[in-house]
């Protein structure tokens, strides 16, 4: 099975993202950032079953240089499509992806073997 992101070809990815942070003590150990997408195979067919994924984050969309830890999610289920990630974050490592928040961050995954074109990520407080 071969997974593309190229929009006018057979297969195609949607990367909803989703950041949900709750407000922490500077103490907190851990904060949780959701991130969801769609995956379909070349026919259009939702994927079901389970990937490995990946995740990086860049300090650009193109080129660039990463930021913070890479993520590994082994066994990811997709059912019609849809992955939802729990991404964990240390206070040292979040303020290494986001800094102050005046920086755009990008998000890179990969999942079956396929490299999914970055997205822009926004922290948002709840």
Do not use: C, H, W
């Not at 300090?59 to 992955?83: H, I, W, Y």
Request: hydrophobic share 35%; aromatic share 8%; no cysteine.
């Amino acid at each position: 099975m071969s997974l593309t992101t190229n929009r006018t070809s057979k297969i195609s990815i949607v990367l909803g993202m989703v950041v949900s942070t709750v407000l922490t003590p500077p103490d907190a150990s851990a904060l949780e950032i959701g991130y969801s997408g769609r995956l379909s195979e070349e026919s259009g067919k939702a994927f079901d079953g389970s990937l490995d994924f990946t995740v990086r984050f860049y300090n650009a969309e193109g080129s660039g240089d990463p930021v913070g830890p890479t993520l590994k999610l082994a066994n990811t289920e997709l059912r019609d499509g849809v992955f939802q990630l729990s991404l964990n974050l240390d206070n040292s490592q979040l303020a290494t992806v986001f800094g102050d928040g005046s920086k755009s961050v990008y998000i890179e995954v990969d999942a079956g073997g396929k490299t999914y074109p970055r997205q822009r990520i926004i922290a948002v407080p709840l």
